[in-house]
């Protein structure tokens, strides 16, 4: 079966660094999607990572290891308004997003 | 650029009644859209995928019966919610694929919270 695992939750600190995990496991690989959703708003896009590396934007970075099933977005000078669950997400060989369960993260002053 | 709007923003009905959400494509041609459902503290589940001029595919376990989608434009999408019931009552989700997009990105919309009586 697909499936994508997150942890379910996290707490770090305001200006701190935290780094979310995602493992997965999908009948093919069409890209990573990494989102951010805010309590009763849909999902935002943060970043898409379809070949092994780290794409860098603004306090915001993912990484991809293909051969390991594994990508992490790592999330720099924290702020209150980042509380919020992040989504990873990946694409399928049917061009489907197979979806993880979110991982909450809060920020704490 | 790249944005999605649904309309209503949320709707409250009488058990047995007939919900339409609207989902549109403003600046850009979806050939494929895509409706979600979320339930608290859960994760996007979908529902059906929605291509221009053909009939949705729908995922397992959903009933298309129940579920109509009509993906009439380029640009709209509509999901009609027929004879709802208290459990339908959820947080419905769209989002849509661009025409010629060189990579696999979707854009949501902000979503429709739907309360059943």
């Known amino acids: 079966g697909q499936n994508i695992d997150q942890p379910t939750e996290m707490t770090a600190t305001e200006g701190a660094i935290v780094q979310i995990n995602c493992t997965y496991q999908?009948?093919?690989?069409?890209?990573l999607f990494w989102y951010q959703q805010h309590a009763g708003e849909a999902p935002t896009f943060l970043s898409y990572n379809v070949l092994d590396g780290l794409e860098e934007k603004g306090r915001f970075s993912s990484f991809l290891s293909r051969s390991k099933g594994y990508s992490y977005l790592l999330l720099k000078e924290l702020q209150m308004k980042d509380s919020a669950s992040y989504l990873c997400a990946v694409m399928d060989s049917n061009y489907q997003l197979i979806w993880g369960a979110g991982t909450k993260l809060i920020i704490k002053p | 650029g790249a944005v999605v709007s649904q309309h209503p923003s949320w709707v409250i009905c009488k058990s047995g009644t007939s919900v339409k959400i609207e989902c549109r494509s403003l600046?850009?041609?979806?050939?494929?859209m895509f409706w979600y459902r979320q339930f608290p503290k859960q994760s996007l589940m979908l529902m059906a995928t929605s291509n221009e001029g053909s009939k949705a595919t729908y995922e397992q376990g959903v009933e298309k019966d129940k579920f109509l989608i009509n993906h009439a434009s380029l640009t709209l999408s509509t999901l009609t919610v027929t004879s709802a019931h208290p459990e339908d009552s959820s947080f419905y989700i769209c989002?849509?694929?661009?025409?010629?997009?060189?990579?696999?990105?979707?854009?949501f919309g902000p979503g429709t919270r739907l309360t059943v009586l």
């Open positions: 989002s849509a694929r661009p025409r010629g997009l060189d990579y696999n990105e979707q854009f």
């Open positions: 600046d850009f041609q979806a050939t494929t």
């Open positions: 999908t009948s093919g690989f069409n890209g």
